[in-house]
Every structure is written in structure tokens, then in C-alpha cells.
């Protein structure tokens, strides 16, 4: 199922993102490696490496823009809920299920509604401008691998950055205007560098704490998360993450597990 929505603090975020990847990429290989490393086989290893750095990124962004973070789908037909608003309980084929009185349909245990996205999303951790969708169940791998690589770029632009300035020094043949033009690129891919780098690495260990916690940010917020048997830090990494090996977790091509409950309708 692919899920695009048109919110605009979504899509402007969105484009800020890449515009802010890509020029990274073009600081990183033309202000930096060229100029100091083109001459060795070390520059080509830094390019090559790089951009499968982003590669990886792009590719973990645009899953998680572009899978179905775990909607809870609409009933066929509309449901009664007179009972429940006269202050019957409603019996439900399944006792951890709720009622949303917004999209007027039963959701599953851990499913919350998104005043954004305007459905119920199983598992919804919260709803991310930078990806313009909830990270919840399904898409929330994906969305720890984007923080990752992002995080990754970051620290590997300030170190080329850095080693590439020392290497200059050694070799001071360019001419004034192209030392000018690089301090300015400099400047800003390491700006740009360390604020993502701070952001992304301190998102991930959230995400990170709130899957081996088992509360997810919603149920953090309520202060009423549900009380589950306590299972290995290993398995609730695979609930997320997939239940291959754990070198794939870090790849965005591997599916993530999908434990479905029926989503047939109730009776009242």
C-alpha cells in the first residue's frame, strides 16, 4: 500500500531534506575531495563510500514516505455505536480493542489516531514532518535506517571535512578565491553536519529506547501504556526490525513482519 499525503509542512519538509543531502553530497565531493584527495585512490574510496551512504539514506527515507505506517482500515459498512454512547459497553470479539469515536471504527491494542493523517495507525510512535507520514508499526525500520545513515553522513562529512583542511595545509598551491569559495562550503557542510548529526542521533536513541522500553512515544505521553509481559531486548529489535539475520536490519530492502489480527467487522 503506498501513502502520500499533501500536507505542506510535510512536503516542504521533505524537500528540505534532500536539497540538504544532495548539496552535502556536492560540498563533500567537490570542495573537499577533489581539491586535496583526486590524486589518490583514498579520494575515489571516500566518493564511492559516501555516496552509498546516501544511497542508503534516499532509499530508507523513501520507504518510510512511502509505506503504510500500519493504517487501521474503515469498516465496510457503518458501524452502531449508539449503545456505547448511552453508556453500554460495546462487547468486542477481542478484549484489548478499542473504539475510535473519530474514524468510528474498532482498533486494534496500541493503535492511536493521527489528527494529520486522519486514520487510527497500529503501533503509532508519532508523526514525523520530516517523512511526511506517522512512523508506526510497519514503516518504523525504516525510519530508524534513515536517522542511521543520516547520522552516519553526518560524522563521516566532519571528518573528510577536517582531514581535508589538514591536507591543504601541507599543500597550499590553490588560489585565493577557490581557499574563499571552499571556507564558505566548508562552513556550511559543517554546520549543516553537526545540527542533523545532533538531531538524528538524538531521535534514534529515542526510537531506540522506546522499542527496547516497549512504549512508544504516544504511550510515554498518556502515561498509561499497557502492561505486557516483558520479552528478550533481541526479539522486540525483531518485531521492528524483521526476523532475518541482524546485519539486514541496517538494509531498507528487507520487508518488515507483518502480524495482522483480523480486521473483520464486529457485531454489535
Known amino acids: 500500500m503506498v501513502v502520500c499525503r499533501w500536507d505542506p ?13 544532495f548539496y552535502a ?3 563533500f565531493v567537490q570542495w573537499m575531495i577533489i581539491p586535496t584527495m583526486s590524486k589518490s585512490l583514498w579520494g575515489a574510496f571516500n566518493v564511492l563510500c559516501f555516496n552509498i551512504v546516501v544511497f ?18 474503515l469498516p465496510h459498512n457503518n458501524l452502531d455505536f449508539s449503545d456505547m454512547h448511552i453508556g453500554n459497553r460495546v462487547p468486542l470479539q477481542k478484549e484489548d480493542w478499542t473504539v475510535c469515536s473519530r474514524c468510528e471504527t474498532y482498533r486494534p491494542p496500541r493503535a492511536h489516531h493521527c489528527r494529520v493523517c486522519q486514520r487510527c495507525i497500529r503501533r503509532m510512535d508519532h508523526h514525523c514532518p520530516w517523512i511526511n507520514n506517522c512512523v508506526g508499526e510497519f514503516n518504523q525500520k525504516y525510519f530508524i535506517q534513515f536517522l542511521l545513515y543520516v547520522g552516519v553522513a553526518s560524522i563521516y562529512a ?3 571535512v577536517v582531514i581535508s583542511w589538514i ?26 553536519s553537526f545540527l542533523f548529526g545532533i538531531f538524528v542521533i538524538a531521535i534514534m536513541c ?33 518485531e521492528v526490525c524483521g526476523r532475518g539475520p541482524p546485519l539486514f536490519w541496517i538494509l531498507p530492502c528487507q520487508n518488515v513482519p507483518k502480524n495482522l489480527d483480523n480486521l473483520a467487522s464486529y457485531e454489535v
Open 9 to 21: 509542512c510535510g512536503v516542504i519538509c521533505i524537500i528540505l531534506t534532500y536539497v540538504a543531502v
Open 25 to 27: 553530497d556536492y560540498a
Open 56 to 73: 542508503l539514506l534516499v532509499m530508507a527515507h523513501i520507504r518510510a514516505v512511502f509505506s503504510d505506517p500500519g493504517i487501521v482500515p
Open 158 to 160: 566532519i571528518v573528510i
Open 167 to 192: 591536507k591543504e595545509c601541507k599543500d597550499c598551491n590553490l588560489d585565493i578565491i577557490f581557499k574563499q569559495h571552499r571556507v564558505i562550503h566548508s562552513v556550511i557542510l559543517l554546520i549543516e
Open 206 to 238: 529515542d526510537q531506540l529506547q522506546a522499542i527496547l522500553t516497549d512504549e512508544t512515544a504516544v504511550e510515554q505521553i498518556q502515561k498509561k501504556g499497557p502492561h505486557r509481559p516483558r520479552k528478550p531486548k533481541l526479539a522486540l529489535l525483531s
